[in-house]
């Protein structure tokens, strides 16, 4: 923490490390604001069948028709975005335990764990997915939705990229804190939840927002699995009006509205994070 | 199939797949490399409307998912500006080398701002006129920087290499597809003989990353190797020899 030669920095006055995060309203607030848009979009989505178009367009590109598009886009793209947030919370949890299991001192553990981590980090998602579609579609007893499988397809795939990021941050836990977790006599999870964990966490979650922006434009490969999302509004605009440059424009700009907000949001959290960890 | 191998004729098609994979990488790698170069560069300019375009590409082709940017240019331009979709390997090699264009310009402008700034006012001091400066002093420290990430982004590449499929390129994964239907066809289609296909394809895949992260370990080490400290005189040296004595 900087002091200036005046005396303290307001944010210096504000900033108080002895209170529980949820006491300290500039975390809380977030908090509440992720959880309560995380729930809307888990409970309140719905997937729809068809994408049906209420005109037809004319000309090479037609602006009218372009944005009647809009709405029909936007209910594809909430699909996705929802898929991308069932994934993200899988990738979240299980790359942890990737990590914990990547620097585990068992080495039966830890090779097969990092083999596992660099395999599906070099091949390409939509390969994966279609082998585990494959496995779902052929086995008689596990019966998928697909976009379960997108969720467990691309939660594995960032669960692998999180996990190099745990990594990193638990790395960067200083030796010291190790030692002193030692001489305090804490319990292995005592060090983790109450020593390790608040320190390392905060550092990765900007890497952490980053991956979810980068899983979000890779979540629409859900559409060759069979999901719903804004390509298979796209494709099905395309099939039934036999227009493809409006729907997959369109399906660009709503990327766009999505991705740089989210990208301008982690950016903030970065500068947010680098300013308490000083 | 009880064994772990496919037969040499399903193999056969694979590496056809395969080469078209490599093909559509070698062209996006590419443009890629040029446009990050060109645009990460210019990211830095002095003029505000270079800098503003440099960044507007940025912007636009890391926020649009590499998939969608692919039927829009494999799809939707080619019928707005009649350019007629004759050759689909092109067009989805522009598509993945303008995505990689848009990550690779922030890897070189981020190791650009790397450099000390005592580099760029030397070399104002020495006179070098700017595309000098760039060419022999900022660039080639830069490139130090730049390599690690740019294999990164290249296997990132090869990965994006697959969705060629959805647009209608028989690329490694629409042949492996071919393979299954052809399984299917010849009534032998269980589970194992699935797993084992697409296993045999994530195995190619996984190779040719490991070539690729190889060859930029080989030039990272080379690169490396320039920046120690070295001993034996140049050829250029021998040539000029210094008057005072050696310089280093």
Redo the contacts between chains.
Sequence with gaps: MSTTRFGPTMEQVEFQPHKRWYQRPEVLIPVLIVTAIYALLIFGVKETNVFRTRMTGAGDFDSMYFWHLLPLMVQGLLVTVKATVLAFTFAAVFGFLLALGRRSSTRWISWPTAAFIEFIRSTPLLVQLFFLLGLVRASETINLEPIWVLTIGLGLHYATYCSEAYRAGINSVPDGQWEAAIALNLKPSTNWLRVIIPQAVPNVLPSLGNYLVAGFKDAPLGFSVGVLGVLAFASQVRAADFRPVEPYIMAGVGFLLVSIPAAWIVRRLERRVSYERQ | MDAWLLDPGQYELLLEGALITIQILVYSFLLGIVLSLLVGVARLSEREWVRGIAFGYV??T????????L??IA??IP??FDVGQSSLIALASIALGLNMGGYGAEIVRGSIQAIPRGQTEASIALNLTPTQRLRYIILPQAMRIILPPMGNLT?EI??????V??VGVTDL?QQ??NV?QQQIAAGAA??AD??IL??N??LI??VL??VI?ATFRYFERRLERRYQARYEPLPSDLVAPHVGGTAS
């Design positions: 912007e636009l890391r926020g649009i998912s590499s998939i969608v940017l039927f829009i799809i939707a019928i707005l296997i090869l990965k994006g290499t697959a969705l499929s959805l994964l492996t597809r299954r269980s589970t699935l797993a697409y296993l394809t994530l895949y996984f990353a490991q992260n």
